[in-house]
């Protein structure tokens, strides 16, 4: 029986497109064990879910989260720090740029190096030596999902970027193969490293999850807009949206916003909502929920928002989630225009409107459209519907594991 091994440097929990992943490979009966690191505590309970729920898998769980151990956590952190330091003075000396850069990359490294598999797949940066090295040990092929362009998520050549610059030139050529998360982060890697053999897999989700369309999407007395992600925060167009919705004037638009959120920040949106104008039943904030419920909440509203701020390169280039769990729940999608976001519609005409960044006016005109022409709304809506039922975690894991030879 063919072993895989997926290492990642995050939590199940936070990163859907892993387990994804490591659903369809024991589902093809493949031997399945992940190494994992709990990072973040709000995942915890999830993690706990999903473990349960695929018991075939073997969990390897490394490192301790602050909540958990405060005293270990801590002396992991001095640890960063001082690699920090060391890379600081003396380069990328014993692996300083990855040891500064993840918290616990040392672990992953020696629980991946215990594990002989035929095939192993990292997620995230700080696993991609880990796959390297092990794989290297037991002759196996070493592969790695780039759900983000790494070295684009801080500002370019300021002193994250290199050690991230660093960390990549010294891996990722020794890679056998190599995904992505949406076709602009491949073209970017593919510049990089033309040698490296390398497709996009959007990040879709199953069919399953779709239900029957809620009667809500058929009532418009209200104008229900959804926003979704890990965290609720600045700087993802959201000051945008709430302003928009002010200038509207209409009580019966609504804005759910699902995610963690801390208490100055929630603070931080109601000032807004309220200096806009907006009741307060009008802007809606839910917690975060696991990933096979996502589809039936944004099936309880009208339009998906997909605000995206181009504030690094990444932002610019990454295809999220989002887009795909609305287009799955039947939704009419407002993007920001993004490079990715503006490639995407354009190839799929007639889902939503496409914005120019911090243009709260255009924004709500497209709200006006949605309210005032029903006809309007319910054309995207279908369209979307239409995408939706090609654009799949069923169809995209069949490439996947095309890609690696595995059908």
Not at 4 to 26: C, D, H, W, Y
Not at 83 to 93: A, C, P, S
Not at 307 to 317: D, G, L, M, Q, T
């Amino acid at each position: 029986m063919l072993k895989i091994l997926f290492v990642t440097s995050g939590q199940p929990a936070a990163n859907p497109r892993l387990v994804k992943e490591i659903r369809i490979f024991a589902q093809k009966g493949y031997k399945v064990s992940v190494v994992y690191c709990p990072i973040s505590p709000w995942a915890n309970k999830f993690d706990k879910d999903i473990i349960s729920e695929n018991k075939d898998i073997q969990w390897i769980r490394v490192g301790k989260n602050n909540e958990e151990n405060r005293f270990s956590f801590l002396l992991v952190r001095l640890r960063k720090k001082a690699w920090t330091i060391t890379y600081k003075y003396f380069g990328d000396i014993f692996d300083a740029a990855l040891k500064s850069s993840v918290l616990f990359s040392q672990e992953l490294i020696i629980s991946a190096r215990k594990i002989k598999a035929d095939l192993y797949i990292g997620h995230n940066l700080g696993a991609l030596p880990a796959v390297i090295i092990a794989s290297k040990r037991f002759n196996a092929r070493a592969c790695f999902d780039f759900e983000d362009f790494h070295r684009g998520e801080s500002n370019t050549k300021d002193y994250q970027s290199c050690k991230v610059k660093c960390i990549e030139d010294k891996y990722v050529p020794l890679l056998d193969l190599a995904t992505c998360a949406s076709p602009l982060i491949e073209v970017e890697y593919k510049k990089l490293y033309p040698k490296l053999k390398i497709t996009t897999i959007n990040n879709c989700f199953p069919l399953k999850y779709r239900s029957n369309i809620s009667n809500i999407q058929s009532n418009v007395d209200e104008l229900r807009l959804f926003w979704f992600s890990q965290y609720i925060g600045k700087e993802r167009g959201l000051e945008d949206i709430i302003q928009a919705i002010g200038l509207v004037k209409e009580k019966r638009i609504k804005l759910t916003l699902l995610g963690n959120i801390t208490p100055t920040l929630k603070t931080y949106f109601n000032n807004i909502s309220s200096e806009s104008n907006l009741n307060k039943d009008q802007l809606v904030f839910i917690e975060p929920v696991p990933e096979n419920e996502l589809v039936g909440i944004g099936q309880q509203h009208h339009i998906g928002i997909a605000s995206e701020v181009p504030i690094h390169e990444n932002r610019n280039y990454c295809l999220t989630n989002k887009i795909f769990i609305y287009l799955l729940s039947k939704n009419a999608i407002i993007f920001s225009n993004t490079k990715a976001q503006s490639e995407f519609l354009n190839q799929h005409p007639g889902i939503g409107f496409l914005y120019n960044q911090g243009d709260i006016q255009q924004i709500a005109t497209y709200l006006r459209v949605y309210s005032n022409d029903i006809s309007e709304l319910k054309r995207q809506q279908n369209n979307s519907d239409q995408l939706g039922q090609l654009l799949n975690w069923e169809n995209e894991s069949a490439k996947l594991l095309q890609f690696y030879s595995l059908t």
